[in-house]
Nanobody, 118 residues
């Protein structure tokens, strides 16, 4: 199973982007899918999380109310809709999957760069 993150790019402050995390296999059922981001010189930050069934989404305070995580089981894809983007949202965004209740991640996707210009 592989995860493929995509959808990053350059956007002006206040704009929107939608990131996708696509799995090559049927991995999302019973899995937790997390979106992380890491800005230069900063630690990796967990920003959003969803269970494969679509229940219990989690958002970090830094993105609450602006970002929305959703999944499409038919496409084995989890989306991160990012609205009202700020310059401080500039980072490399990546997704990861772990079995519900597990400590360690089983799969990681490569990062996609998001740059927000002010």
């Amino acid at each position: 199973v592989q995860l493929q993150a995509s959808g990053g790019g350059l956007v002006q402050a206040g704009g929107s982007l939608r990131l996708s995390c696509a799995a090559s296999g049927r991995v999302f059922k019973d899995y937790v899918i997390d979106w992380f981001r890491q800005a230069p010189g900063k630690e990796r930050e967990l920003i959003a999380s969803i269970i494969g069934s679509g229940r219990e989404p989690y958002y970090a305070d830094s993105v609450q109310g602006r970002f929305a995580i959703s999944n499409d089981p038919a496409k084995n894809t989890v989306y991160l809709q990012m609205n009202s983007l700020k310059s401080e949202d500039t980072a490399v965004y990546s997704c990861a999957a772990k079995y519900y209740g597990a400590r360690d991640y089983a799969y990681w996707g490569q990062g996609t760069q998001v740059t927000v210009s002010s």
